[in-house]
Structures are given as C-alpha cells and as structure tokens.
C-alpha cells in the first residue's frame, strides 16, 4: 500500500473511532437509559391524552375557545392571540429580509466589495446567527419592554442574519453568462442586476423569505412563552392552570398554520421556479 | 478603399501575474468583413474578443473601435461603445426565465432609460424593433415563449435577435456555433452572412471548426499563444497553414 493511501486509511478509520466515541460519550452524558424510557413513554403518553377532547362538554368548550361566543374561561377566544402570532411573524420576516437584501450583496463571495469588508460583515453574520432568538428577545426587552412590538424585533433579527446568508448564497450561484450578455449589450449595473441577476436569484429569494416566515411563526410562538404575546402568551398561562385541553387546541392550530403556509410556500415556489 | 471600423496594435494581455494571453497583436478591420478567429483553446480568442468591447482592460497596446481607444475609455464612455457592438457566446448567454422578447430587448438596454428599463417598461418603437429582429431571425410566434423551453438553435437565434436590436455594427462570436449540430451551424451562419451582407456589419468570429470557417469566413486570422500566425483569405489557410496554428 502506498504511504498516501495507508495514512489516508488511519485518517478514515480514527474519524469513524473518534464519531462512535462521540456518540456514546454523548449518550452516557445524558444519562439515557432505556428502562427510564420504558416507564417515561406511557407516562407522557398519558399526559398528551388531556390534550385531546373526551366528553361532549370538552367539544362544546372547544367550539367556544376557537370561534368564541359564551362565556366562562373559553370566552377570550382564540382568535386574537392567532392573529397576534401571524403579525409577529409577518413584521419580524419584513424587518428582516429588508435590510437582508442589499446587505446580503456585501456578504456574497462573488461580490467586487472591499475584501476585508466582506470578510468581517460574514463573521458578525455567523456570531448573529449561533445567538438564539430568545437572547435577542432579552437584550431588546431592557429597551422596549415586554410586548409584541419586542418578539417582532427579537424575529427580525434573527431573519435577518438568516436571510443574509441564503441571499448571498442565491447571489453566488448566479450563471456568469447573462451577466456578460448584458455588460455586452451595453447594460449600466442597475440594468445587469434586473435583467440578468434578479431572474436567476428571485426563486430562491422568494423560497428563503417563505421558509423564514415559516421558521418565525415557530419563533413568535416560542417568544410568546416569555410573554412577547400572542398563542405562546396562551399556551404558558393554559399550561400554568394546567388547562390541557386548551394547550392541546394551541399546538393543534400551530401545526394547522406552520402546514398552511408550507403549503402557500409550495404554491408560490411552483408558480416562480 | 472602406475605412477601418477596428484598429488594434500591439495587444498584450496578461492576468494577474500568469503567462500573456495576448502578446503584441495587430489586426484592423473593416465594415462587412467576416473574419473566421481560429486556433487553440487557451490560444486567446475569448479575451481577444472581450479586449475589443472592453469587457476586459488590456495590459498593453491600443484597441480603437469607431475611432475610440476602447481601454481608456471611462465605464460608462466603455458602455456606449458597447451597445454599437454585439456579442454572441457559445452558452448563448440568454437569460432562460425571461421571454425571447425581453431577451432581445436586452439589446435596447444601453440606449434606454434606466428606471423606465428596470420596470420592464420599453418604448413602442424598442418594442416595435425587437418584434422585427425576432421576425428576421425566423422566431414569428416566439415572442411570449420562455427561453428555456427552445432549441440550441432557437436560443442562438433570440441571441443574434438581441445583436440586431442593438443595431450592432460589429458582432464577436465567441464560438457561437460549437453547440450546434450541422444544420443548425448552417442556418446560424447563413443569418449572420445575411446580417452582415444587409447592414454592412463587421462579424468577427471564434470557432473550432475549420471547415465552417473556410466556406463562410472570407478572411481567416489564426492565433496561438497570444500571437497572430496567420492573417489571410480563407484561399490560403491550406493543410500546412492549419498545422502552423494548431499544432503546439
């Protein structure tokens, strides 16, 4: 065997070592044990089970929490904080692919920026991304207080460091060709960019912004647990009185609306690839 | 005797710190001539031809086109320069989410408004003009049709189509015809012959195919290593003229 191939063998075969030892030191760090998954299941099992309705009376409140009428606590409704989540989304996914998309132009490798300039609005991309949006949330909340107007800010952020990113990369997979073709022709940059940049990248601007929005209602969601508003604000007070049935409708109309727009999403990327 | 539309002396190229693509070349032009561009791949045909519209800034020597030195030329003088000369490119170039009008339409781009452009609004006669060179290159019935959805053949067309729109007096091909089967060479070829014939237009073209190059290119220029070895009738490129280029 040659020297090359035997050491790039050992490098192979210390990789798999190494990934199995990962894995188990991994597994034994976090105590798992499947006896305690044995006794856990069922347990959860039953705790999932208050979730779904079981008598007359429970359909009834249902009917009541989603499209309100009556009174009792089913009276609030279900409506408004739904609401209050899609806008979080919407204003956060807006707030973030408005400035994403000229600045994504410095982050893209193919850009003729100043280098170092490139390099280091990257950088401050990919500290941005490893904070979670919750972090933002905090930091923002010393500012503007507790409320919607911060979940909007704190989603923002984090679509905007997101969206930067998958911009630039549609930047850098545009074909060189229709780029000349245009230079050629006499097209001033403006003009390369519409006509010859914007066709190619727009599907894939269009399929990030959707798949963002889609990520930021889980987010407005999981920021409404920290009382930024909306059906998240409602699942931590169902959960709080321990009210399951309504934690179950609330999971329930998250699943039903993160699947409406993966849907709507699916529909426009068709429609524009 | 027809004055010189392209003047070039003592052409030199390099990038970066690499080997010299183009080294001390000279070759004028004149108005109708259809120059056949031949020699190896690396030979320096691409950058020959994007020296000429300035797509590339040479490292040395003089490229006057309609009696402007093209390299010193600011970007947007380089611009106008450039809509007065088309270029067609093996990979068509074409922009194939777009429909074959607002492709050609790309041609009218350095003579329209910016903003007006950009929203994809053109003036009735841009309109008027690319509906006639779509009709002139065979594509009646194309306008609305997405590139994508057209043959080699039909692509190269739009593209020619895009040359006329610019009212273009020179025309670069950069191996224009080295994607396209036999027929179709014939047909590309024969519209630009046409091309050239009615508007007087200069066509200056890289290919591979020697035999293409002889039967439509009166004048044939052979280059190897950035330098010109042959410039002459397509009479005289004989077997031994061929070795002399494209033997290393």
Known sequence: ????????????AAVIVLTCALIC?????????????????????????????????DFLWIKQFCFGGGGGDASTGITQPLLETIQMAVVGTVLGAIPAFPLSFIAARTNSFFRPLSVLFKTLLN????????????????????????????????????LCKLYAEALESVSPGPVEAVKAAGGNGLQVFVFAMLPQVFPGYLSSTLYSLELNLQASFILGLVGAGGIGFELQDALRIYNMLEVGVLVLVLIILVNLVDYFSYRVRVIFS | MTSNIMQISNLT??????????????????????????????????????????????????????????????????RRVRRRIGMIFQEFN???????IKNVLVGRLGYANTLTSCLHLFSKLDMDLARSCISQVGLDGYEDVIVRNL???????????RTMAQGAEIILGDEATANLDVRTTDSIME???????????????????????????????GLKHGVLTFDASAQSLDDSAVKEILVT
């Not at chain 2, 043959?151 to 189509?161: D, F, N, T, Y």
Request: aromatic share 6%.
């Open chain 2, 151 to 161: 043959s080699g053949g039909q692509k190269q067309r739009v593209a020619i189509a």
């Open chain 1, 1 to 12: 065997m040659k020297p090359g191939k035997a050491i790039a063998t050992l490098g192979g």
């Open chain 2, 191 to 221: 519209l630009l012959q046409d091309l050239s014939r009615k508007n007087n237009t200069l066509l200056l073209l890289s290919m591979h195919n020697l035999d293409v190059a002889r039967r439509y290119c009166p004048r044939i220029i």
């Open chain 2, 94 to 100: 074409l922009v194939d989410r777009l429909s074959v």
């Open chain 1, 127 to 162: 500290i941005g991304r490893a904070i979670p949006i919750l972090v933002y949330a905090m930091i923002i909340i010393t500012g503007l207080g507790l409320g919607k107007q911060t979940g909007a800010v704190a989603i923002g952020i984090g679509s905007f460091v997101m």
């Open chain 2, 13 to 78: 190229h390099r990038y970066g710190r690499g080997a010299p693509v183009l080294q001390g070349l000279n070759l004028s032009a004149s108005p109708g001539e259809i120059i056949g561009l031949i020699g190896l791949s690396g030979a320096g045909k691409s950058t020959l031809l994007r020296c000429i519209n300035g797509l590339v800034t040479p490292t040395g020597g003089t490229v006057e086109v309609f009696g402007q030195n093209v390299p010193k030329l600011r970007e947007s003088q380089r």
């Open chain 1, 25 to 57: 030191w991994s597994f034994y760090g976090v105590d798992f044990q499947l006896q305690g998954l044995s006794v856990g299941i069922p347990k959860a099992g039953a705790y999932v089970a208050q979730m779904f309705p079981r008598s007359r009376a």
